[in-house]
């Protein structure tokens, strides 16, 4: 996973929790001292850990956490990666051109980098359905990260994730819609 994420991840805990919670949560995770540049790839096994860890100490079950941590890093994103949105659009334009745009640029600029392939069907105006299959398994992140757009851009969104590989599929079928 990439060293954003873990950065990230870093900026969560504290806003959240208070300074000193990443250096408990990488204690807890058995991580030690360890250091995160965002600009290293590090082993998925280890933002595992730290989701695990951070749901033990919160009491808060890991998937709602990962959700609540996707909606936090979307104004980061939107800072890094906003000179790839074009300026019309709105929270399903965005998922939809995704993997298109953003999480392409990141696995060219980033080699290492291994963002989702995200398959996204434009359904109509407002919705979008979008199959992911990564076997990282973090469908509640992409949840999370669509809620904060809809927060960027002043919408109220839906969502209906009706397939899900925690519930034994073999990959997740989210259905993401805004409403006036
Ligand atoms: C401005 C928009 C976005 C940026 C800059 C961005 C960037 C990134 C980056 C840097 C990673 C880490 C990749 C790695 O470590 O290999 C990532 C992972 C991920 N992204 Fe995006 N992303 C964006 C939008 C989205 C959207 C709209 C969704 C879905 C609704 C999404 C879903 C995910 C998920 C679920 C992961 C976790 C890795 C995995 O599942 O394999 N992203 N993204």
């Known amino acids: 996973?990439?060293?954003?994420?873990?950065?990230?991840?870093?900026?969560?805990?504290?806003?959240?929790?208070?300074?000193?919670?990443?250096?408990?949560?990488?204690?807890?995770?058995?991580?030690?001292?360890?250091l995160y540049f965002p600009v290293q790839e590090y082993p998925?096994?280890?933002?595992?850990?730290?989701?695990?860890?951070a749901s033990e100490m919160t009491g808060q079950p890991t998937l709602a956490?990962?959700?609540?941590?996707?909606?936090?890093?979307?104004?980061s994103l939107l800072r890094m990666y906003s000179h790839l949105l074009k300026p019309g659009w709105k929270t399903i334009?965005?998922?939809?051109?995704?993997?298109?745009?953003?999480?392409?640029?990141?696995?060219?600029?980033?080699?290492?980098?291994?963002p989702p392939q995200l398959m996204s069907q434009r359904l109509s105006n407002n919705e979008v359905l979008m199959v992911?299959?990564?076997?990282?398994?973090?469908?509640?992140?992409?949840?999370?990260?669509?809620k904060g757009l809809a927060l960027h851009y002043g919408e109220h969104i839906v969502i209906r994730e009706a397939i899900c590989m925690h519930r034994g599929a073999n990959r997740c079928e989210i259905l993401f819609r805004t409403i006036a």
């Open 132 to 146: 992911y299959d990564s076997p990282r398994r973090m469908c509640a992140l992409a949840i999370g990260i669509a």
């Open 65 to 75: 956490l990962l959700e609540d941590f996707g909606q936090f890093i979307v104004p």
């Open 93 to 114: 334009d965005v998922i939809e051109h995704t993997e298109g745009t953003v999480h392409t640029v990141v696995r060219v600029q980033n080699p290492g980098a291994k």
């Open 1 to 34: 996973m990439h060293g954003i994420v873990f950065a990230e991840l870093h900026k969560y805990a504290e806003t959240k929790h208070g300074a000193g919670t990443w250096h408990q949560l990488l204690t807890r995770a058995g991580l030690g001292n360890k």
């Open 44 to 53: 998925d096994s280890e933002i595992a850990s730290l989701v695990r860890a």
